[in-house]
């Protein structure tokens, strides 16, 4: 059973709003992943083929971004760990569609040498978001898309799961520059649930989670507890509205969004496992560094997320690195049993 926070009401009507979720769910994915919705999308979007048979055949998919590759972590680190997440996702029963735009065609679905040379161009390719999408294809350019992107991307190829580190938020200082991440509306209006490690330690994780809300996106943490996990850190201090314990759960959640239509998106939190997680004070220092010269050099808007978390692993002598990437791999392994557990829902008739 989902256990919320302090409503016992949702609770007692959880059952019966997942069944509904589940009966009308599938009806929704199907129609989303038919050979017609393809064909449809064949000018705009280039499948794998892959990730192609997958959608035909209704297998369960789980949607990766790919600016962790070019901006997240060094070469070859970064396309090391981007065929590890992949294999993660196979190996739990789901299949990757790592997501990125390669000279203006948007591809859904990467080859290991597409990876690789995304890998290798680094921060040369166009971190794109929602607003830039347009702008890339246009230009023809290679680009790393970003949470937001790729969530708008998954969404339109039917993906309803997608595995990340964490996600964007709130910065810190926002009522000086008003500095809030594209990832938070893109949640509160496309419909995938993202499994991420939660919101960016180096950001301001209270008034990112008030955002949520307003956005109308449901927050849960994946465990025994609310505690929302602080992606280096195992909590954050606040809390979620509700925890999951099973990808079954989590599954039942996502059917039941797709059921009532609510058209925005879900944030399951899974907390870096223990002997991953990073000193809670020893992070700290090292983020309040990093914001400190980060404010210094005017680093601002999508350039200054890269920049925080390179200085931070500079400054912890590469232990977030490690961090980084173990959850990464976590967040993978739970989005494909979560995806999986999605598309084993049948339609149950009256």
Do not use: W
């Not at 705009?44 to 962790?68: C, G, H, N, W, Y």
């Amino acid at each position: 059973m989902l256990r919320a926070v302090s409503s016992s009401s949702l609770r007692k009507a959880a059952p019966t709003t997942l069944l509904a979720g589940r009966r009308l769910t599938v009806s929704l994915h199907s129609s989303l992943s038919s050979p017609r919705h393809l064909s449809t999308l064949s000018s705009t979007l280039r499948f794998s083929d892959e990730v192609k048979a997958a959608l035909e055949q209704k297998k369960p998919l789980v949607a990766l971004e790919s600016t962790i590759i070019s901006h997240g972590m060094p070469y070859p680190a970064n396309f090391e760990t981007a065929i590890a997440v992949e294999k993660v996702v196979r190996d739990n029963g789901a299949i990757p569609a790592t997501i990125a735009i390669l000279d203006g065609q948007i591809q859904i679905g990467l080859s290991q040498e597409q990876i690789r040379h995304l890998a290798k161009m680094g921060r040369e390719a166009v971190k794109a978001s929602r607003r830039d999408l347009a702008v890339v294809m246009a230009k023809k350019q290679t680009g790393a898309t970003t949470v937001s992107a790729t969530m708008l991307l998954a969404h339109r190829a039917g993906i309803s799961v997608f595995a990340t580190g964490g996600i964007g938020g709130v910065h810190r200082g926002y009522e000086e520059t008003m500095d809030a991440s594209a990832d938070l509306t893109e949640l509160g209006r496309t419909p995938v649930a993202v499994v991420c490690a939660g919101v960016k330690s180096i950001l301001d994780i209270g008034r990112t989670l008030e955002f949520l809300e307003t956005q109308g996106v449901t927050v849960a943490t994946y465990g025994k507890t609310t505690d929302f996990p602080a992606f280096f850190t195992r909590t954050s201090g606040f809390q979620s509205m509700l925890n999951i314990e099973t990808p079954k759960e989590a599954a039942e959640l996502i059917a039941a969004n797709h059921a009532i239509d609510l058209q925005s998106g879900i944030v399951i939190g899974v907390p870096i496992a223990k002997e991953d997680a990073m000193d809670d004070i020893l992070v700290g220092e090292a983020i309040n560094v990093a914001v400190k010269e980060s404010s210094e050099q005017g680093i601002v808007g999508k350039e200054s997320t890269p920049f925080l978390l390179k200085r931070v692993n500079e400054l912890t002598g590469g232990n977030s690195l490690k961090s980084n990437i173990a959850l990464v791999k976590q967040n993978a392994s739970i989005a494909a049993k979560i995806a999986k557990d999605l598309a084993a829902l049948v339609i149950i008739t009256d």
